[in-house]
T-cell receptor
Framework: DSGVTQTPKHLITATGQRVTLRCSPRSGDLSVYWYQQSLDQGLQFLIQYYNGEERAKGNILERFSAQQFPDLHSELNLSSLELGDSALYFC?????????????FGPGTRLTVL | AQTVTQSQPEMSVQEAETVTLSCTYDTSESDYYLFWYKQPPSRQMILVIRQEAYKQQNATENRFSVNFQKAAKSFSLKISDSQLGDAAMYFCAYRSAKDKIIFGKGTRLHILP
C-alpha cells in the first residue's frame, strides 16, 4: 500500500458526460501528479500540483481540468467524454517539487466511456 | 526535450535465472534521477529502484540492481534469481531536478516456470 488513495476504483459512463476523479496524497506529501494510461500504453503525464498551485502541465486536453484543495487532496475533472478517454488514470504524490522526490502511485481509477 | 527509450517490448526468463532490461535516455541536464517502476497485472505502479545521477555507485535493492552508465545515458535493470512474482510490465523513468517525470513505453517481462 503506497498510502495514496484514489476514488472511485471503476467508473463507467457515456460519451458526452462529465466525471470527477479524486486523489488523496500520502500524509506529508505536497505534490500531486495525474497520469493517463491507455490500454497497453505507457504513462502520459497530465498535470502536477504543488501545495495548491499548478506547477507543470503535460499532455492534458482542454476538456480536462484539475485542482488541489487546501487539505491537499486533488480532483481531476474530465468533461465531454469521448470513447478515447477510456483509460486508467493514476494519481501520484511526492514530498516536494524537486526531482529526488520519489513518486508514489495510487491504485488508479479505471474509466470506461461507452 | 528529454526522451526515454526501452527497446525491448517483451522479454522472457526462466525462473531462478537472471535477466537484464534495457533503458536509454536523452538529456542535456546534469542533475537528474532515474527510476524503474513495476506494474504487475493488478496495474498498481510500484517503485523498484531509484538512481541519482550524481552518484557513481549503482543502486541495489535485494535482487534488483542497476547498471548506470552516465556517459552512455544507459540505465539497465538486472533482476537476479527471477521469481514468478516478478512477471510484470517494467517502466524506466527519468526526472530532472525541475521537470516532470518521463516514462518509457515499458518492457513486459514473462517468467517461465
Amino acid at each position: 500500500d503506497s498510502g495514496v488513495t484514489q476514488t472511485p476504483k471503476h467508473l463507467i459512463t457515456a460519451t458526452g458526460q462529465r466525471v470527477t476523479l479524486r486523489c488523496s496524497p500520502r500524509s506529508g506529501d505536497l505534490s500531486v501528479y495525474w497520469y493517463q494510461q491507455s490500454l497497453d500504453q505507457g504513462l502520459q503525464f497530465l498535470i502536477q500540483y504543488y501545495n495548491g498551485e499548478e506547477r507543470a502541465k503535460g499532455n492534458i486536453l482542454e476538456r480536462f481540468s484539475a485542482q488541489q484543495f487546501p487539505d491537499l487532496h486533488s480532483e481531476l475533472n474530465l468533461s465531454s467524454l469521448e470513447l478515447g478517454d477510456s483509460a486508467l488514470y493514476f494519481c501520484a504524490s511526492s514530498v516536494g517539487l524537486a526531482g529526488q522526490g520519489v513518486q508514489y502511485f495510487g491504485p488508479g481509477t479505471r474509466l470506461t466511456v461507452l | 526535450a528529454q526522451t526515454v527509450t526501452q527497446s525491448q517490448p517483451e522479454m522472457s526468463v526462466q525462473e531462478a535465472e537472471t535477466v537484464t532490461l534495457s533503458c536509454t535516455y536523452d538529456t542535456s541536464e546534469s542533475d537528474y534521477y532515474l527510476f524503474w517502476y513495476k506494474q504487475p497485472p493488478s496495474r498498481q505502479m510500484i517503485l523498484v529502484i531509484r538512481q541519482e545521477a550524481y552518484k557513481q555507485q549503482n543502486a541495489t535493492e535485494n535482487r534488483f540492481s542497476v547498471n548506470f552508465q552516465k556517459a552512455a545515458k544507459s540505465f539497465s535493470l538486472k533482476i537476479s534469481d527471477s521469481q514468478l512474482g516478478d512477471a510484470a510490465m517494467y517502466f524506466c523513468a527519468y526526472r530532472s531536478a525541475k521537470d516532470k517525470i518521463i516514462f518509457g513505453k515499458g518492457t513486459r517481462l514473462h517468467i517461465l516456470p
